[in-house]
């Protein structure tokens, strides 16, 4: 949940409610979803009706499903973002130099999101795809962006969402990541040793700004077995950097 509204619409969290459920069940009717909301079954029937004349849900027999109309405003956000344009050919090719998945994330409301994934030959497929929102604290990519972040809004960004662990590694302690960021800072760049995903490592880098605002990450990522050693502790790294210095370049003489 963002930032809360002074004056909040029931009826527009009510929507909002019933699409999140609809997308967290991977499609429902409407038994399932007036149980999963703890809203009258009338109230959840009335909801996806108005939503489907709109478009935005879709009935395959009594089943809703999130419609694909909701891609056409998710492009169109991240199509008007400049950083997007920059860094989209930059990271398919740092996907292709490493043969692993080439990840590019930003910052919104607290969470990261992923705006691209490029594929390298070799690279592993998760569960993760563009447009899905993650927590920052436990990825390379979100602790480069929360390490660039002034401490008040990291402490806001822990208090709205906490530390959840999601793996044994996950760091879930205020100290030990303000530590890890300041480290981060330190060498430019981040590790996420199985910290998301067990199995998973992923080294990434901060695109910033001249005035060191923080535009997004980059980073590579691949199965433990595969990245470890000196190619997780300095070619990764090096490949990461590169990648992010011709987009900080592109941004800045764009």
């Given at each position: 949940m963002g930032t809360p509204a002074k004056n909040p619409i029931k009826s527009t969290e009510t929507t909002f409610r019933i699409v999140e459920a609809l997308h967290s069940l991977d499609g429902a009717g409407v038994s399932e979803l007036a149980e999963h909301t703890d809203?009258?079954?009338s109230t959840v029937h009335n909801y996806l009706s108005t939503l489907e004349q709109e478009e935005y849900v879709v009935n395959d027999g009594g089943q809703y499903e999130v419609g694909i109309r909701f891609l056409e405003l998710g492009a169109y956000a991240r199509n008007r973002r400049q950083i997007y344009n920059i860094a989209e050919p930059e990271v398919a090719r740092l996907a292709d130099e490493t043969d692993e998945l080439a990840?590019?994330?930003i910052e919104e409301h607290g969470r990261g999101t992923y705006l691209q994934r490029a594929r390298g030959e070799a690279a592993v497929q998760v569960?993760?795809?563009v447009g899905t929102r993650v927590s920052l604290h436990s990825t390379a990519l979100g602790k480069s962006i929360l390490a660039h972040l002034p401490e008040s809004r990291v402490d806001e960004i822990i208090e709205m969402h906490g530390l959840?662990?999601?793996t044994p590694k996950t760091v879930t302690d205020r100290d030990e990541l303000f530590d890890q960021l300041a480290d981060i800072r330190e060498r430019g760049?981040?590790?996420d040793d199985e910290e998301r995903l067990k199995g998973?490592?992923?080294?990434a880098a901060p695109v910033l700004s001249n005035d060191n605002r923080v535009l997004g990450a980059v980073s590579v990522s691949g199965p433990s077995h595969r990245i470890r050693d000196d190619r997780f502790r300095n070619t990764l790294p090096e490949k990461?950097?590169?990648t992010v210095n011709v987009i900080e370049l592109n941004v800045t003489y764009s």
């Open positions: 809203l009258p079954r990840n590019f994330l569960e993760a795809h959840e662990q999601t760049y981040a590790f998973l490592r992923c080294v990461v950097l590169e």
